[in-house]
T-cell receptor
Framework: AQSVAQPEDQVNVAEGNPLTVKCTYSVSGNPYLFWYVQYPNRGLQFLLKYITGDNLVKGSYGFEAEFNKSQTSFHLKKPSALVSDSALYFCAVRAYGGATNKLIFGTGTLLAVQP | GAGVSQSPSNKVTEKGKDVELRCDPISGHTALYWYRQSLGQGLEFLIYFQGNSAPDKSGLPSDRFSAERTGGSVSTLTIQRTQQEDSAVYLC??????????????FGAGTRLSVL
């Protein structure tokens, strides 16, 4: 069965410092991975995806993610955090098998950036 | 439209009442998905449509939940005889189609359902 794990419920970082939000996955076959961000009382906004190709994927708002097949990880990173990056971040993997294209989400990581 | 539109944004109902939640996908998107976000369960898949057909209904939690899509556009999620455990944010998403894994799902702002 496919699954996604986000081991940290919350990540705290000071503004200007680099940030990392961790994600590991378990799939049979090639993984299709996504990061979404959710601001309060808003829906999910797409940040970036990995389908194939370069292991370092660049996305919106200066975020990037590194796909590591041997560690089955897809960590979200940003070189310099902003207070406005504070939000809930979700990692997701596309489900395989059967007639489905659903996303399986991790439990989310709350990012808090202190000024 | 410019994005996925959901209505109402908030819905308060009494236990036992039926509710309908509406989703209007991005124009031209043939795939539409419903998810539920709750404190205890996180983000969980409910059902998706390709056109007007629903190939995967596996996430619907009970037979009180149903969804339809007409004209390949607007979808309605209906919850009959609502229970307090149905309280959650119901999110709708759409994508160009459901076949290509690279197609991004774009989400609406959700409907927050509160069952008293």
């Amino acid at each position: 069965a496919q699954s996604v794990a986000q081991p940290e419920d919350q990540v705290n970082v000071a503004e200007g410092n680099p940030l990392t939000v961790k994600c590991t996955y378990s799939v049979s076959g090639n993984p299709y991975l996504f990061w979404y961000v959710q601001y309060p009382n808003r829906g999910l906004q797409f940040l970036l995806k990995y389908i194939t190709g370069d292991n370092l994927v660049k996305g919106s708002y200066g975020f990037e993610a590194e796909f590591n097949k041997s560690q089955t990880s897809f960590h979200l990173k940003k070189p310099s955090a902003l207070v406005s990056d504070s939000a809930l971040y979700f990692c997701a993997v596309r489900a395989y098998g059967g007639a489905t294209n659903k996303l399986i989400f991790g439990t989310g990581t709350l990012l808090a950036v202190q000024p | 439209g410019a994005g996925v539109s959901q209505s109402p944004s908030n819905k308060v109902t009494e236990k036992g009442k039926d509710v309908e939640l509406r989703c209007d996908p991005i124009s031209g998107h043939t795939a539409l998905y419903w998810y539920r976000q709750s404190l205890g369960q996180g983000l969980e898949f409910l059902i998706y449509f390709q056109g007007n057909s629903a190939p995967d209904k596996s996430g619907l939690p009970s037979d009180r939940f149903s969804a339809e899509r007409t004209g390949g556009s607007v979808s309605t999620l209906t919850i009959q005889r609502t229970q307090q455990e149905d309280s959650a944010v119901y999110l709708c998403a759409s994508s160009l189609d459901a076949y290509l894994a690279k197609n991004i799902q774009y989400f609406g702002a959700g409907t927050r359902l509160s069952v008293l």
